[in-house]
């Protein structure tokens, strides 16, 4: 089925076609390819226990994510569509950035239980199902807030790209503090969130639940939608094709609520978007033709000429001041962005100073593992939303110091995808354990410094060199050494894991920081295509109104009278058009005004 | 001297040093009397954990929440106090009620045997974790599953000069089991695996000295199940279990229309209510199964419901452990006073308590257990099991400690040697370091007290 707004858009790439602006036409394809491939991701969101991955499951009518009594969701799961079922894990390599290794769908849960592979990032599957054809891209996360060494970086990482979040909460007890602040966050990056009430045929009281949970959005001032399901009756539905089951389970509404508010609102936002690119597009064509129809007289006529190609001037001139405006603020951003960066990981290391002063490394290197790269990921993550809410924002100033003002004058899609991959582990040093034979060494070669230290001078009180007093100082130094050597190593390997800190935050920023370098000028390229792109439209437009100004001073009256005739017609034809893309948006678009 | 002995000797020189100061002396005067005392149990955790439940199964009585904290003791009748006054215990939906109106704390007596040996206290959902842990010897922390939220409490409860000397006193329980699982037949057991994988994960062990799985919501129904609710259980479980499987898929099924058997929807309300839906399935199923009279069913039911498990918890690190947990908690409060009245005895009594806790054998034990939990002694597994085992990390009767279920005491003897001469060993052995051996003298000298009351 081809949406309405493909139509319109096809006829207004023909019109750019035929009225010689090939460069319009190109970016009305552009956008077209855009909009037929949408991806909406929706992220399922929450506490561990509640549910999250058996709700994806019921969704799809499929056990695609492992479910299971303990926490057993440790890395995103993305449920998309496919022609036929379909599973991958992917992981993050010292050498490639992803690898993708392919699974059986059925042995999907139990590979992510076993956990064999390491360093995992994600995993994949596809499934032919009608809900996931618009593009719908179900995410399941690890749950927040577990003590153990849950990926929860990752998940707000994905948070980052949601377009819509669903936030899973079981009806044996209320939204919690720590819920709410949860579903803050989660709004803050993606306002479009469903509250989804899970486990309803365990609790006995889940409406009463419901209720509080509706006072306790509202007084928390959160206008999120609150729908109660049970998997468990879902899926045992789909298994015995009971409808009135089905209907009690709460799914039927999810899925309406999910194609109302997600898919069909995504669908209304290509439309809004079409129809603001078009309309652009159309009153481009418009103007030159709009201006030939004025055009009467030959003073005019002139008059016009002189005023067009003043414009052409005045555009030149002003283009340079958006280019020193976007190179000025994309180094600005860089060097803010980097330091932010370095000022994190500083941060970091004198946390890690701070406690290997008294901490020793041979006990709980892997604690500390987990707390440098849990921290690591969340310091990139954040810098990373930042360097995407610097750029948006750079985006804006430079629209503003354009020399005209459009409606799609910011641009869409700049900002690179998945830049978050996970550095290289990091490197345990080398730790040396003191053997009880070394101790016994170290002890023997200081007490022989005792023994012949005291046993010299005894020997001078005519006792023999080995007596009591000698081989007690011998014991006493050997002691001592023994000490100092254990206190000098553990010395050593506080040093070298302070070492190994260090380089694995210094592999950290560079490899980040290369990334982050990337991305950022991913994005000044990007911007600078994107407003050189409206330029030479612009120009163009200019160029073709001074054209026809040119051919309006040198025509005869006759050939002028045709060609008024020809140009009312196709201005007629260009309004019908614009009216069409004024109908698909729901925002009016400014109204043309027509002289004519 | 035994501990006990010592530190009722240490509150009475600072009484004497504080005579003077009527707030210390009323404090101290007030912890001389909590020594006599049985345990203290506070059960604690955030809102909706199930805590009052717990409180009810632990008792033996359904108690309806009051929000405020609430003391269960044994007595001779039933009596509540509220602000110095008597009020009286109302009987709502067969559960014992008491108007505490805006009052932050209700006196309950209770006669109850299992109130015996420990006084319960139901901790508000918000208080703060150093009043739980100031008020009780000992806590019980209830969580749905453990966050970190309740690894934050459970640290910030450890860190206090006296508590690290004589470390926890905690238990940690996953209450309401019975949801695990979306409430599959099973889910009981599975919570009791989740429950052992806690016991040995590095994060959880310091911090608590075991972990247990209850259903809560099952165990209060099962010491509390009444002549009526049993023989609609009955009822239901004479059904053909085909009839009544689509009715029990969800609660609102099992009290919607067209039910198989003849019970009014109130009576199934009362039922879910008190047993939720798991509880009906796990009921119907046990009496199908052949428990089927009340007496077997709530032996099954206290059984399953982990109720049985928590009790032995109770009993193994808490009533058991008494002697040394009523001097923690009396040391504690002698140090809030030294801290904030200094006086010419201070100095004298500080290095009282901290010759107290430095040498008492029973905060050694409680060192080591914590310490060997922690995996900052470092043993051979086998040997730190049986260390665990001989310090009475699962119990302090001499039996517990031997790891068998009843000796006959001839045979008592020969199998303490036994241990005592290989730890002996182990205490001078020069191959090991220096915190083993440390480790072994206190199993050593634990095996020397099992000798001599034996």
Same mark, same amino acid.
């Given at each position: 089925?081809?949406?309405?707004?493909?139509?319109?858009?096809?006829?207004?790439?023909?019109?750019?076609?035929?009225?010689?602006?090939?460069?319009?036409?190109?970016?009305?394809?552009?956008?077209?390819?855009?909009?037929?491939?949408?991806?909406?991701?929706?992220?399922?969101?929450?506490?561990?226990?509640?549910?999250?991955?058996?709700?994806?499951?019921?969704?799809?009518? $499929?056990?695609?994510?492992?479910?299971?009594?303990?926490?057993?969701?440790?890395?995103?799961?993305?449920?998309?569509?496919? !022609?036929?079922?379909?599973?991958?894990?992917?992981?993050?390599?010292?050498?490639?950035?992803?690898?993708?290794?392919?699974?059986?769908?059925?042995?999907?849960?139990?590979?992510?239980?076993?956990?064999?592979?390491?360093?995992?990032?994600?995993?994949?599957?596809?499934?032919?199902?009608?809900?996931?054809?618009?593009?719908?891209?179900?995410?399941?996360?690890?749950?927040?807030?577990?003590?153990?060494?849950?990926?929860?970086?990752?998940?707000?990482?994905?948070?980052?790209?949601?377009?819509?979040?669903?936030?899973?909460?079981?009806?044996?007890?209320?939204?919690?503090?720590?819920?709410?602040?949860?579903?803050?966050?989660?709004?803050?990056?993606?306002?479009?969130?469903?509250?989804?009430?899970?486990?309803?045929?365990?609790?006995?009281?889940?409406?009463?639940?419901?209720?509080?949970?509706?006072?306790?959005?509202?007084?928390?001032?959160?206008?999120?939608?609150?729908?109660?399901?049970?998997?468990?009756?879902?899926?045992?539905?789909?298994?015995?094709?009971?409808?009135?089951?089905?209907?009690?389970?709460?799914?039927?509404?999810?899925?309406?609520?999910?194609?109302?508010?997600?898919?069909?609102?995504?669908?209304?936002?290509?439309?809004?978007?079409?129809?603001?690119?078009?309309?652009?597009?159309?009153?481009?064509?418009?103007?030159?033709?709009?201006?030939?129809?004025?055009?009467?007289?030959?003073?005019?006529?002139?008059?016009?000429?002189?005023?067009?190609?003043?414009?052409?001037?005045?555009?030149?001139?002003?283009?340079?001041?958006?280019?020193?405006?976007?190179?000025?603020?994309?180094?600005?951003?860089?060097?803010?962005?980097?330091?932010?960066?370095?000022?994190?990981?500083?941060?970091?290391?004198?946390?890690?100073?701070?406690?290997?002063?008294?901490?020793?490394?041979?006990?709980?290197?892997?604690? +500390?593992?987990?707390?440098?790269?849990?921290?690591?990921?969340?310091?990139?993550?954040?810098?990373?939303?930042?360097?995407?809410?610097?750029?948006?924002?750079?985006?804006?100033?430079?629209?503003?110091?354009?020399?005209?003002?459009?409606?799609?004058?910011?641009?869409?899609?700049?900002?690179?995808?998945?830049?978050?991959?996970?550095?290289?582990?990091?490197?345990?040093?080398?730790?040396?354990?003191?053997?009880?034979?070394?101790?016994?060494?170290?002890?023997?070669?200081?007490?022989?410094?005792?023994?012949?230290?005291?046993?010299?001078?005894?020997?001078?009180?005519?006792?023999?060199?080995?007596?009591?007093?000698?081989?007690?100082?011998?014991?006493?130094?050997?002691?001592?050494?023994?000490?100092?050597?254990?206190?000098?190593?553990?010395?050593?390997?506080?040093?070298?894991?302070?070492?190994?800190?260090?380089?694995?935050?210094?592999?950290?920023?560079?490899?980040?920081?290369?990334? +982050?370098?990337?991305?950022?000028?991913?994005?000044?390229?990007?911007?600078?295509?994107?407003?050189?792109?409206?330029?030479?439209?612009?120009?163009?437009?200019?160029?073709?109104?001074?054209?026809?100004?040119?051919?309006?001073?040198?025509?005869?009256?006759?050939?002028?009278?045709?060609?008024?005739?020809?140009?009312?017609?196709?201005?007629?034809?260009?309004?019908?058009?614009?009216?069409?893309?004024? *109908?698909?948006?729901?925002?009016?678009?400014?109204?043309?005004?027509?002289?004519? | 001297?035994?501990?006990?002995?010592?530190?009722?000797?240490?509150?009475?020189?600072?009484?004497?040093?504080?005579?003077?100061?009527?707030?210390?002396?009323?404090?101290?005067?007030?912890?001389?009397?909590?020594?006599?005392?049985?345990?203290?149990?506070?059960?604690?955790?955030?809102?909706?954990?199930?805590?009052?439940?717990?409180?009810?199964?632990?008792?033996?009585?359904?108690?309806?929440?009051?929000?405020?904290?609430?003391?269960?003791?044994?007595?001779?009748?039933?009596?509540?106090?509220?602000?110095?006054?008597?009020?009286?215990?109302?009987?709502?939906?067969?559960?014992?009620?008491?108007?505490?109106?805006?009052?932050?704390?209700?006196?309950?007596?209770?006669?109850?045997?299992?109130?015996?040996?420990?006084?319960?206290?139901?901790?508000?959902?918000?208080?703060?974790?150093?009043?739980?842990?100031?008020?009780?010897?000992?806590?019980?922390?209830?969580?749905?599953?453990?966050?970190?939220?309740?690894?934050?409490?459970?640290?910030? *409860?450890?860190?206090?000069?006296?508590?690290? *000397?004589?470390?926890?006193?905690?238990?940690?329980?996953?209450?309401?089991?019975?949801?695990?699982?979306?409430?599959?037949?099973?889910?009981?057991?599975?919570?009791?695996?989740?429950?052992?994988?806690?016991?040995? !994960?590095?994060?959880?062990?310091?911090?608590?000295?075991?972990?247990?799985?209850?259903?809560?919501?099952?165990?209060?129904?099962?010491?509390?199940?009444?002549?009526?609710?049993?023989?609609?259980?009955?009822?239901?479980?004479?059904?053909?279990?085909?009839?009544?499987?689509?009715?029990?898929?969800?609660?609102?099924?099992?009290?919607? !229309?067209?039910?198989?058997?003849?019970?009014?929807?109130?009576?199934?309300?009362?039922?879910?209510?008190? +047993?939720?839906?798991?509880?009906?399935?796990?009921?119907?199923?046990?009496?199908?199964?052949? +428990?089927?009279?009340?007496?077997?069913?709530?032996?099954?039911?206290?059984?399953?419901?982990?109720?049985?498990?928590?009790?032995?918890?109770?009993?193994?690190?808490?009533?058991?452990?008494?002697?040394?947990?009523?001097?923690?908690? $009396?040391?504690?409060?002698?140090?809030?006073?030294?801290?904030?009245?200094?006086?010419?005895?201070?100095?004298?009594?500080?290095?009282?308590?901290?010759?107290?806790?430095?040498?008492?054998?029973?905060?050694?034990?409680?060192?080591?257990?914590?310490?060997?939990?922690?995996?900052?002694?470092?043993?051979?597994?086998?040997?730190?099991?049986?260390?665990?085992?001989?310090?009475?990390?699962?119990?302090?009767?001499?039996?517990?400690?031997?790891?068998?279920?009843?000796?006959?005491?001839?045979?008592?003897?020969?199998?303490?040697?036994?241990?005592?001469?290989?730890?002996?060993?182990?205490?001078?052995?020069?191959?090991?370091?220096?915190?083993?051996?440390?480790?072994?003298?206190?199993?050593?000298?634990?095996?020397?007290?099992?000798?001599?009351?034996?």
């Amino acid at each position: 089925m081809s949406a309405p707004w493909l139509d319109v858009l096809d006829d207004t790439i023909r019109s750019c076609v035929t009225h010689n602006r090939p460069d319009l036409a190109e970016r009305l394809r552009e956008q077209r390819a855009r909009q037929l491939d949408p991806k909406l991701r929706v992220l399922v969101l929450g506490e561990p226990r509640q549910g999250k991955s058996q709700l994806v499951n019921a969704l799809v009518n $499929a056990s695609v994510c492992a479910v299971g009594d303990d926490v057993t969701t440790t890395v995103p799961t993305f449920v998309q569509h496919a !022609e036929t079922p379909s599973a991958a894990l992917v992981r993050t390599n010292a050498d490639t950035p992803t690898e993708r290794i392919p699974v059986p769908i059925d042995r999907l849960a139990g590979e992510l239980r076993a956990g064999r592979v390491d360093r995992l990032v994600r995993a994949e599957v596809g499934l032919p199902r009608a809900l996931l054809t618009s593009g719908l891209v179900l995410i399941d996360t690890p749950g927040v807030g577990d003590p153990r060494p849950a990926r929860t970086a990752s998940t707000f990482a994905a948070l980052l790209q949601a377009d819509a979040v669903l936030m899973v909460s079981d009806a044996t007890a209320e939204l919690t503090a720590s819920e709410l602040d949860l579903l803050k966050r989660a709004m803050a990056s993606c306002p479009n969130v469903v509250v989804v009430l899970t486990k309803i045929d365990l609790a006995t009281r889940w409406r009463h639940v419901l209720e509080r949970n509706r006072g306790r959005l509202a007084r928390a001032g959160v206008a999120a939608k609150l729908i109660p399901v049970s998997a468990a009756l879902r899926l045992r539905a789909a298994r015995t094709g009971d409808r009135a089951l089905n209907a009690e389970s709460g799914f039927p509404e999810l899925l309406a609520c999910v194609q109302r508010d997600i898919v069909a609102a995504a669908d209304v936002l290509a439309r809004r978007t079409v129809a603001v690119t078009a309309a652009s597009a159309l009153r481009q064509l418009v103007v030159p033709v709009r201006e030939e129809l004025t055009a009467h007289g030959s003073p005019v006529a002139v008059a016009r000429l002189n005023e067009a190609q003043r414009r052409v001037d005045e555009l030149r001139r002003r283009s340079a001041r958006w280019q020193a405006v976007l190179a000025d603020e994309m180094a600005d951003l860089v060097s803010d962005v980097e330091y932010d960066l370095r000022d994190r990981t500083r941060r970091i290391l004198r946390e890690v100073d701070r406690v290997f002063e008294t901490a020793d490394p041979a006990r709980g290197w892997d604690a +500390f593992e987990e707390w440098l790269e849990d921290n690591l990921t969340e310091a990139a993550a954040a810098n990373f939303a930042w360097l995407l809410d610097r750029s948006r924002w750079v985006a804006e100033k430079v629209a503003r110091s354009f020399p005209v003002h459009r409606d799609d004058l910011l641009p869409e899609g700049v900002f690179p995808p998945d830049v978050l991959d996970r550095v290289a582990k990091l490197d345990k040093p080398l730790i040396e354990r003191f053997t009880v034979g070394q101790k016994l060494f170290t002890g023997l070669r200081g007490s022989y410094g005792g023994v012949l230290m005291l046993g010299l001078v005894t020997s001078l009180a005519g006792m023999p060199l080995i007596n009591a007093i000698s081989l007690g100082a011998g014991a006493l130094f050997g002691g001592k050494t023994v000490l100092d050597e254990s206190e000098q190593r553990l010395r050593r390997r506080q040093a070298a894991a302070r070492v190994a800190a260090q380089r694995h935050v210094d592999d950290f920023l560079l490899k980040f920081g290369k990334d +982050f370098r990337d991305a950022a000028r991913h994005i000044q390229r990007s911007l600078r295509t994107h407003f050189s792109t409206l330029a030479d439209e612009l120009q163009e437009t200019l160029l073709e109104s001074a054209r026809s100004a040119r051919r309006a001073v040198q025509e005869d009256t006759t050939a002028r009278e045709r060609r008024t005739q020809e140009a009312k017609r196709e201005l007629d034809r260009l309004v019908r058009l614009y009216q069409r893309v004024q *109908a698909l948006g729901d925002e009016r678009a400014a109204p043309l005004v027509l002289s004519a | 001297m035994t501990l006990a002995e010592e530190v009722r000797l240490l509150l009475e020189q600072a009484l004497a040093v504080y005579r003077d100061s009527p707030r210390a002396a009323a404090w101290l005067r007030r912890h001389r009397s909590r020594l006599d005392e049985p345990v203290r149990v506070a059960v604690a955790g955030a809102s909706r954990a199930g805590k009052s439940t717990a409180v009810s199964a632990l008792v033996g009585e359904e108690f309806v929440p009051t929000g405020a904290w609430a003391w269960y003791r044994d007595g001779t009748r039933a009596r509540a106090v509220v602000g110095g006054h008597e009020v009286p215990i109302a009987r709502r939906d067969g559960r014992a009620f008491v108007d505490v109106g805006d009052a932050e704390r209700v006196d309950v007596e209770w006669p109850a045997r299992s109130l015996r040996d420990v006084v319960l206290v139901d901790t508000p959902a918000d208080a703060p974790v150093e009043q739980v842990y100031g008020e009780a010897d000992a806590v019980l922390y209830l969580t749905r599953h453990v966050g970190s939220a309740d690894l934050r409490y459970l640290r910030a *409860a450890h860190d206090h000069p006296v508590a690290r *000397a004589a470390p926890v006193n905690t238990v940690l329980v996953l209450a309401r089991a019975d949801e695990v699982g979306g409430g599959r037949i099973d889910a009981l057991s599975s919570a009791r695996l989740i429950a052992r994988r806690h016991r040995r !994960e590095p994060q959880v062990k310091p911090l608590c000295q075991q972990v247990v799985a209850l259903a809560g919501l099952l165990a209060a129904a099962a010491r509390t199940l009444r002549d009526d609710e049993f023989a609609a259980l009955t009822a239901l479980a004479a059904a053909a279990r085909v009839d009544l499987e689509d009715h029990l898929l969800s609660a609102d099924r099992f009290v919607g !229309e067209d039910f198989p058997v003849p019970l009014p929807a109130a009576a199934r309300r009362a039922l879910v209510d008190r +047993f939720g839906i798991f509880g009906v399935r796990l009921t119907t199923t046990l009496i199908r199964q052949g +428990f089927g009279t009340r007496v077997q069913l709530t032996g099954q039911l206290v059984q399953r419901s982990g109720l049985a498990e928590l009790r032995e918890a109770v009993g193994a690190h808490f009533t058991e452990r008494r002697d040394a947990l009523k001097a923690r908690s $009396a040391l504690l409060g002698l140090d809030v006073v030294l801290r904030n009245e200094n006086r010419p005895g201070t100095a004298a009594l500080a290095a009282g308590v901290e010759r107290v806790l430095a040498s008492a054998h029973d905060f050694r034990e409680l060192r080591l257990l914590a310490a060997l939990q922690a995996g900052r002694v470092r043993l051979p597994e086998e040997q730190a099991a049986e260390a665990t085992r001989l310090v009475g990390g699962l119990g302090t009767s001499p039996a517990a400690r031997l790891g068998v279920e009843r000796l006959p005491g001839d045979e008592l003897r020969p199998a303490v040697l036994d241990a005592l001469g290989r730890w002996r060993e182990r205490a001078a052995d020069p191959a090991s370091d220096q915190g083993a051996r440390r480790a072994a003298a206190v199993v050593v000298r634990s095996c020397e007290g099992v000798l001599a009351v034996s």
